[in-house]
């Protein structure tokens, strides 16, 4: 059973940054495509970052800029390193593996306060 763990979120000030984990397990990792996706209170979950098995990056707007998404292919783990953190980016962060034949893996989510 693929597992996807999330780890990092937590409460961080506006302006500060916070580096969130997701480790897979039983999974062949290098072949997904993975990437991170949000849910504030009362919307929709969207796509925040993602990184394809090919190496190609990409961001929803409101992001763009401020937060980094990586991966390592040996360690089956995937990153997003979140800077500049803004109210709006409170949410609920979930990692997600996608297959090629957009199959989804879904991790229970690590939740990310912004207040001060």
């Known amino acids: 059973q693929v597992q996807l763990v999330e780890s990092g979120g937590g409460l961080v000030q506006p302006g500060g940054s916070l580096r969130l984990s997701c480790a897979a397990s039983?999974?062949?990792?290098?072949?997904?495509?993975m990437g991170w996706y949000r849910q504030a209170p009362g919307k929709q979950r969207e796509l925040v970052a993602q990184?394809?098995?090919?190496?190609?990056?990409r961001y929803v707007d409101s992001v763009k800029g401020r937060f980094t998404i990586s991966r390592d292919n040996v360690k089956n783990t995937v990153y997003l390193q979140m800077n500049s953190l803004e109210p709006e980016d409170m949410a609920v962060y979930y990692c997600?593996?996608?297959?090629?034949?957009?199959?989804?893996?879904w991790g229970q989510g690590t939740q990310v306060t912004v207040s001060s």
């Open positions: 990184f394809t098995s090919g190496g190609v990056t």
């Open positions: 039983r999974i062949n990792f290098n072949i997904y495509t």
């Open positions: 997600n593996a996608k297959s090629w034949t957009n199959f989804d893996f």
